[in-house]
């Protein structure tokens, strides 16, 4: 099983236009997460869904727009870049939110805000 | 406040045996984790710790005390490909992850 996609790899995007981060998984997890990753920081989570139709903010969520129309898909978009966005973008999914589930990760997609 | 405390920085050699420590303080605790995190790529699952004591898995064994606000990962016979961060990650009373910078472990022939 391919576990957690996400597309793109990477990406220039110029300071003011807009961008969505895609990220599928095929484990039939109910939850779903995004988080970004700075240099010398630890993951922060930006937001996430306990289960398709629901969504909910996480640390740092201004700036940045979720849907879970289905359990498979949770994109992340960018209404509007900034050059503080540019980091790297991790999407996870984990069986539950809410309990001691393990989470596991897609590859990530590096972003770079000119 | 929720704090996590690893080493940045370790360096060990080719074939011995390595730990790296971690205090953490959480609002409520509901176990720990330990991910893997090689340079440019995703964090991957190692072990979870929610009762005190030992849990060996092969080479590496992830050790927690709950009342000391301890954890240790134990890497044995290194090789090579275990150069990565190692992730400490706490959950606290909401099942929240926890997630600090990590230890970075440098591996020398």
């Known amino acids: 099983t391919a576990g957690i996609t996400q597309a793109p790899t990477s990406q220039i995007l110029a300071a003011g236009r807009s961008m969505t981060l895609r990220c599928t998984q095929d484990?039939?997890?109910?939850?779903m997460y995004w988080y970004r990753q700075d240099l010398g920081l630890g993951l922060r989570l930006i937001h996430y869904s306990n289960t398709a139709g629901t969504t909910g903010k996480g640390e740092v969520p201004d700036g940045y727009s979720v849907s879970r129309a289905n359990t498979d898909d949770f994109p992340l978009t960018l209404a509007s870049a900034v050059p503080s966005q540019t980091s790297v973008y991790f999407c996870?999914?984990?069986?539950?939110?809410?309990?001691?589930?393990?989470?596991?990760f897609g590859p990530g997609t590096r972003l770079t805000v000119l | 406040g929720q704090n996590i405390d690893q080493p940045t920085e370790m360096t060990a050699t080719e074939g011995a045996i390595v730990q790296i420590n971690c205090t953490y303080q959480t609002s409520g605790f509901n176990g720990l984790f330990w991910y893997q995190q090689h340079a440019g790529e995703a964090p991957t699952f190692l072990s979870y710790?929610?009762l005190d004591g030992l849990e060996e898995k092969g080479r590496f064994s992830s050790f927690l005390s709950r009342s000391k606000g301890y954890s240790y990962l134990l890497l044995k016979e290194l090789q090579m490909k275990d150069s990565a961060s190692y992730l400490c990650?706490?959950?606290?009373?909401?099942?929240?992850?926890?997630w600090g910078a990590g230890t970075k472990l440098i591996i020398k022939p």
């Open positions: 710790n929610v």
């Open positions: 484990m039939r997890h109910n939850a």
């Open positions: 990650v706490p959950l606290d009373s909401n099942y929240q992850l926890i």
């Open positions: 996870a999914s984990s069986d539950n939110r809410g309990q001691a589930d393990t989470q596991y």
